[in-house]
């Protein structure tokens, strides 16, 4: 014996509204998927809110049976399958699958510069919060340990200076200066 439900769902566009009756006039139609759990199934719900729909309701679900019968009007031995439908109430499971397919968040992968921007971001907050709560804390200082490249770059001319005996010209940079010192010391 081997069972699987059909699915009825009226799904709708936009808020639900109702008449002074109770009628629902907002646009909406009926949908029946089967097999419940299904491929169809899975992928209808998956891509639902993507279709511009923006609620589901179960209105009915049907257990439909298949029994393997023997079949008298043909060869002995012959064996047919009977189907029975019956209606039967909303699992938990199905009701759970339809509420979960609108309150979905998809979740896209961040890029570097996104993810250095939401941090910052989160920073300022905490930051306001302090500010806020009149917290006297200062902010926290970050330690700078690059090297001063000026101290570097004075040091390097001081040297320059020396093995030469003249000073290097104003425009020329750190690794410029190093290589001609880096010359004379071979020599």
């Known amino acids: 014996m081997n069972k699987q439900y059909s699915v009825k769902l009226k799904i709708f566009k936009g808020r639900k509204s109702y008449d002074e009756k109770g009628n629902m006039i907002s646009p909406n139609q009926s949908v029946e998927i089967t097999p419940f759990g299904g491929l169809e199934w899975n992928n209808y719900l998956a891509n639902i809110s993507l ?4 609620g589901a309701e179960v209105t009915e679900v049907t257990e439909i ?4 019968v023997q079949d008298n009007t043909k060869k002995e ?7 029975t439908y019956k209606v039967v109430e909303a699992s938990k499971d199905i009701l759970e699958a339809v509420k979960n397919a609108f309150n979905k968040k998809v979740e896209k992968a961040l890029t570097p510069e996104q993810k250095e ?4 971001k989160a920073e300022m907050k905490e930051m306001r919060e302090a500010m806020k709560s009149g917290s006297k804390t200062p902010a926290k200082k ?4 690059t090297p001063n490249i000026n101290e570097e770059l004075d040091a390097a001319r001081d040297k320059y200076t020396k093995l030469y005996e003249k000073k290097p010209h104003h425009l020329w940079k750190l690794e410029k200066i190093n290589s001609f010192i880096a010359e004379k010391e071979k020599v």
């Open 51 to 54: 279709l511009g729909y923006t």
């Open 117 to 120: 921007l939401a941090d910052l």
């Open 142 to 145: 970050v330690e700078d340990n």
């Open 77 to 83: 031995g012959e064996m047919k399958i009977e189907t």
């Open 65 to 68: 049976s298949y029994n393997k």
